[in-house]
């Protein structure tokens, strides 16, 4: 097997051959070639990893130095040179140097093979590392930017902007970031967004929804468990913690973790050490991104969340603005979700969306961004022709399914007198308001109020409540 790919531009042929006999000997591949015309044309057919360049070539058109000059400025593959020849001006030793030649051996009474030998083993070895190292570079660059595909961070409103700007400056100095906003807001790609700014882009990043989980769970994902102290449990378990380590980890929901887990967290935060469950101390460096659609009144309440920890995060909370206080963006994101499904579901009309805007403001658009989404696919699957009247009938549907199941005053609740019946009525009105709030999913809606899906599929039954259009499970 060659071990490399050696070639010579040496004028003085029975030197070439002496140097190509001893390289042959020890597996390289080599290619002689006597002045610049020839070298440059077997240059790039031989590929080769190391030259052997000598200044003076008698009958060349060029000379060493100013073939070493051309590979310099005109070539963009990744040679290394070792430039062999007998004494020098220092003039011609400083452009030697310059001109980025691996090294310069002095043909004379000192010249060693197998010191030529290592110099071109070791100019190898820096060249694959190099090409390594610009693989990783463009891996790296092609990583970030399907990211961007997967979770674009659209919008021009000066809302978003800024949210983006305080992302930006939080993942550039390595600190910890809380989104807060309503449903829908796009906390995970303003997640995402941090990830690619920040320098531990391309380490581990998972994602954990506290209201998943119960306690007992919570603390064996996050910070892991030793085998058998959980039941039905033969093998230690890595928590999220240490598996991100140098990484990220993004908590969402997280105003629903107990008191407990809080103070861990906080731990794991202030001393970077995790305690796994029924096992030992672990020191750890995860970034951590908190996520909640809790409002600032609910994060500073000590009965909710600890104060200890709210103010160790209080200056790293970026809130995500609702969709109706973007108004710029509402196109541009419709304009994103539509192109996105019509590739989908084959339906590429031509839409003139800017007459519609004052018509899509005047929707409130509860679930936010989730919601918009939604309503474009809605419309994709089930239209075959997308106009600007198609998207306005379903506007019209939309507002009416709203107004049938708005909020109603408490005052109706209180003039029952029956305890029960009164809280049968506020629990009805309470599961249409939250399954309007998720578009009728029921299993995000379950999982958001903190119950069953199969419980809420139960109730849903119980009250006969139906949704305008068939919810998704």
Not at 123 to 134: S, V, W
Not at 233 to 259: P, Q, W, Y
Not at 336 to 365: A, E, G, M, P, V
């Amino acid at each position: 097997m060659t071990k490399g790919r050696v070639l010579i531009l040496e004028d003085d042929i029975v030197l070439a051959d002496q140097i190509a006999l001893v390289l042959k000997r020890y597996f390289y591949e080599v290619l002689i070639t006597a002045n610049s015309d020839i070298f440059f044309e077997e240059l790039r057919v031989f590929n080769p990893d190391v030259i052997l360049l000598d200044v003076y070539l008698v009958g060349s058109k060029l000379n060493g130095i100013q073939v070493l000059k051309q590979l310099k400025e005109k070539m963009d593959l990744n040679y290394k040179v070792i430039v062999i020849s007998g004494e020098v001006t220092s003039a011609q030793a400083k452009d030697i140097r310059t001109l980025g030649a691996y090294h310069f051996i002095e043909m004379g009474s000192n010249f060693s093979t197998n010191q030529l030998l290592l110099h071109i083993d070791n100019a190898i070895t820096l060249k694959h590392q190099e090409e390594e190292h610009i693989g990783l570079q463009i891996e790296y660059i092609n990583l970030k930017k399907q990211f961007t595909r997967s979770f674009p961070f659209i919008g021009e409103s000066p809302a978003i902007k800024k949210v983006r700007e305080q992302i930006h400056k939080l993942a550039e100095v390595d600190e910890d970031l809380f989104l807060i906003g309503e449903t829908g807001t796009g906390k995970e790609v303003a997640a995402n967004y941090y990830y690619i700014s920040s320098s531990r882009f391309g380490k581990p990043f998972h994602t954990l929804n506290c209201s998943a989980l119960t306690e007992t769970l919570i603390e064996s994902e996050l910070f892991g468990h030793a085998k058998g102290v959980l039941p039905n449990v033969e093998r230690n378990k890595t928590g999220f913690f240490e598996e991100c380590s140098d990484g990220l980890l993004f908590l969402d929901e997280v105003t629903n973790l107990s008191m407990v887990s809080q103070s861990k967290i906080l731990r794991a935060i202030e001393n970077k050490e995790i305690q796994v469950v029924g096992g030992p101390m672990k020191k750890v460096n995860t970034r951590l991104i908190f996520a909640s659609n809790a409002k600032m009144n609910v994060l500073s309440n000590p009965d909710k969340f600890r104060r200890d920890l709210f103010f160790r995060i209080e200056g790293n909370i970026v809130e995500l603005p609702p969709l109706r206080e973007r108004e710029e963006d509402i196109l541009l994101l419709m304009s994103f979700f539509l192109t996105s499904f019509s590739h989908k579901y084959n339906i590429n009309d031509q839409l003139d969306l800017t007459t519609l805007k004052d018509d899509l403001l005047s929707y409130s658009w509860p679930g936010n961004i989730r919601e918009l989404r939604n309503f474009c696919k809605f419309i994709m699957i089930n239209e075959k022709s997308i106009t600007n009247a198609t998207i306005l009938k379903h506007l019209e549907q939309r507002k009416s399914e709203a107004g049938n199941h708005q909020e109603v005053d408490n005052s109706r609740y209180l003039q029952i007198r029956n305890l029960k019946s009164s809280m049968v009525e506020y629990e009805k009105d309470y599961l249409i308001h939250q399954l309007q709030r998720h578009e009728w999913h029921v299993t995000n809606t379950a999982k958001n109020i903190g119950i069953e899906r199969t419980t809420l599929y139960k109730k849903i039954k119980q009250f006969g409540i139906h949704a305008p259009r068939e919810e998704k499970g």
